[in-house]
């Protein structure tokens, strides 16, 4: 693959994007941007960990629950000035780019806190892992599906639904980018009556002033997250999403024991509100293909 | 020279020793890591946590070895076959044996706990160069530098549960670990490491630089001998779930 061809658009997608302050860079088309804007993403957590403390009361509804209605997407506010103090996360060791990719690949494959599936599937993990470039479906332009699409771009928030609102690449992946949460009490519709689906049926409902969303009704398609994490169509996803003042906390639990040992619970994502008045989520170009036949490594970052 | 300024050079030169030999220290260990590329990103920091390779060994005779370890945990499984196979395991400070990997979690297999083996079983991997030197970095200002005859050593503490083991790191001349020498309280603390032949042979190229032969010496006495054939050190995807009657045994 052409290294400059794939990291080159990103950069100036970005920097066109400078003028739309708080907007996450949305013009890509093509698989192998989400790669780099992933890595990119992951490389700015540190960073920008720090800057999630949260500020101001927390808005309520007229029933009285917490108001989740916003743009969420206030980590993205991504300005590559050389000026800026987030710019050198985007560097490259030694300014090669294949030490980008491959210190990317390392790194977001560094985290301890991974799915534990029982024994037999150990291998299959790895061999996923090690074909990614193909094996990922979120790589070929598929959507990312539930839990891996993360933390919603936007809430819209009523008494008896909650929708939420994705922008690609941020959710990883591609298609609907959106979500009904069903708030009206109703239960689950039986497993064996679902389609499977990518995001499955979501019900919510309040605990405290946390939301929690439970959902069933996968098909076995996307992957947990990078890494070969996959599931089957019986797995079992619990949201608990907790806003406070300015900014949203989202974790997602995984139950899936016909493949995993235990539940896993993935690392809490905090995002901050957008305080732009004027804010929309842009439009995501749709995903054309156009990267893997030019593959020579299996490598995946 | 006028007394008081000779005082005062004097005490200059030895509050600022320290400093001197911390900044020593701590070169050395950020140069060694940089030779086996453990130090990545723009930020140059040290982002591995998993390992997995393969290999043969002469010692004992033609045995086939696997290792799969987990820096962050820590956590290690070395699965030796040789006249026989013996899978031995060590994570979160439990230790116990597979009758095959994840025994104990599969209808049919074992786990058999072995509580005395964890400290020995920690060990190995503080043993390995790159468990050494993050060893060596955790250490902070316990670790000192020594140089003789044109050979650099750092020696450290290592962590607790095994904080009564001092660990020499010899480098070569390339900076890398070239031999590892652990000194406890107890004679399985007592360990003998040399590393040589380096190279990145993963199937996925990480610039990992990883010693291709490892041999192992208790007592004077080579216990392990082994050439390395296969790699990923890609952070791979290896996990070290405690079976519940290890958990039960307890640490």
């Known amino acids: ?301 | 020279m006028n007394p008081k300024l000779l005082v005062c050079t004097v005490l200059a030169a030895a509050l600022a020793a320290p400093c001197v030999q911390a900044q020593d220290v701590q070169k050395t260990i950020h140069d060694a890591e940089d030779a086996l590329g453990m130090l990545r990103l723009p930020q140059r920091r040290d982002i591995i946590n998993t390992m997995e390779y393969w290999g043969t060994t002469a010692t004992p005779a033609n045995g086939k070895y696997h290792v799969t370890v987990s820096y962050a945990l820590p956590a290690m499984r070395s699965d030796l076959t040789a006249a026989s196979r013996k899978i031995e395991v060590v994570s979160e400070g439990y230790a116990w044996d597979e009758s095959v990997p994840g025994g104990g979690l599969v209808p049919g297999t074992t786990a058999t706990p072995m509580k005395a083996a964890a400290r020995a079983r920690l060990l190995e991997i503080y043993v390995t160069p790159f468990g050494a030197l993050k060893a060596a970095a955790a250490a902070g200002a316990n670790t000192k530098v020594s140089t003789e005859g044109g050979i650099t050593a750092l020696t450290f503490p290592l962590p607790a549960p095994l904080a009564s083991v001092t660990e020499k790191v010899t480098l070569d001349a390339k900076k890398m670990v070239s031999r590892v020498e652990s000194h406890g309280d107890t004679p399985d603390l007592n360990l003998e490491a040399t590393y040589s032949d380096y190279k990145d042979i993963g199937k996925i190229q990480t610039d990992i630089m990883f010693p291709n032969h490892i041999v192992e010496k208790r007592g004077g006495k080579t216990v392990l001998d082994v050439t390395i054939n296969k790699t990923n050190n890609n952070n791979p995807y290896v996990v070290f779930p405690v079976p519940d009657n290890v958990e039960k045994a307890g640490r």
């Not at chain 1, 708080?22 to 990119?40: D, E, I, S, T």
């Not at chain 1, 007229?62 to 206030?74: A, I």
């Not at chain 1, 995903?287 to 995946?300: A, F, G, K, M, N």
């Open chain 1, 1 to 301: 693959m052409d290294a400059s061809t794939r990291f080159g658009p990103l950069t100036r997608t970005l920097k066109t994007n400078e003028k739309r302050k708080g907007l996450m860079p949305m013009k890509v088309a093509r698989p192998g941007y989400l790669v780099v804007a992933a890595a990119a993403s992951v490389l700015l957590i540190g960073p920008l960990a720090g800057q999630n403390a949260s500020t101001g009361p927390t808005p309520r509804t007229e029933d009285g629950h917490p108001d989740l209605t916003g743009t969420w997407n206030g980590n993205y506010r991504l300005r590559l000035d050389q000026n800026d103090p987030n710019a050198r996360y985007f560097g490259a060791r030694n300014g090669s780019f294949a030490n980008f990719e491959r210190d990317s690949s390392l790194q977001r494959r560094a985290d301890p806190n991974k799915p534990i599936y029982r024994p037999e599937f150990w291998e299959k993990v790895q061999q996923l892992d090690e074909g990614g470039s193909k094996a990922d479906p979120s790589f070929g332009c598929m959507p990312a599906g539930l839990p891996r699409m993360g933390p919603p771009g936007e809430i819209v928030q009523t008494r008896d639904k909650i929708i939420f609102l994705y922008v690609s690449p941020e959710a990883q992946g591609w298609g609907d980018p959106w979500r009904i949460i069903l708030m009206d009490g109703r239960p689950h519709t039986p497993l064996k009556e679902l389609d499977g689906t990518w995001k499955g049926e979501s019900i919510g409902h309040w605990e405290g002033d946390t939301l929690i969303v439970d959902t069933i009704g996968f098909n076995d398609e996307s992957w947990l997250e990078i890494g070969g994490y996959f599931h089957t169509e019986n797995m079992h996803v619990v949201e608990r999403i907790k806003r406070d003042g300015d900014t949203l906390t989202w974790t997602a639990t995984v139950e899936d024991p016909e493949v995993l040992v235990k539940p896993w619970t993935m690392n809490p994502r905090t995002v901050r509100l957008n305080e732009d008045p004027k804010v929309v989520l842009l439009e995501a170009n749709p995903c054309s293909e156009r990267d893997l036949s030019h593959l020579v490594t299996t490598e995946h970052h």
